[in-house]
């Protein structure tokens, strides 16, 4: 933590010295608060056709099979479709994709795909979404 008011103690001083100085009515004083909006979420239930929706369908935890997407009303942009190679554990995979059920069932909602670089682990997946 950065302390703001570092103070000098010196001998012959009290200790005081370089703290501001702050009067006990300002301190009380509740007027002086400025008073903030609260930022209350809408209800799922009241706006459930304005929810902006994220899922990350791989990616997060590991390297490789990278693929998120964002869903708003009836539109889906995917952002990524990776593939993960393969390790020890598991022998015969020649490699794995993210699972792209909930895709495949609202396919005539995708919008775009947008790739962020042309590495194997973001672009890999893309012709078993097609």
Known sequence: MINLFKTRRTAGRPSSVGRPSVSHSKRG?????????????????????????????????????????????????????????PEEETPGIDFIIPNISYLAERKKNIAAII?????????GAIPYLI
């Open 115 to 123: 790739l962020t670089h042309a590495h194997y682990d973001h672009i």
């Open 29 to 85: 004083d509740l007027s002086r608060r400025v008073s903030r909006p609260r930022l209350v979420p809408p209800s799922i239930k009241e706006n459930k056709e304005e929810l902006l929706r994220f899922a990350a369908l791989g990616g997060l935890e590991e390297i490789g099979r990278n693929c998120m997407f964002f869903e708003y009303k009836d539109e889906i942009v995917i952002l990524d479709l990776g593939l993960q190679f």
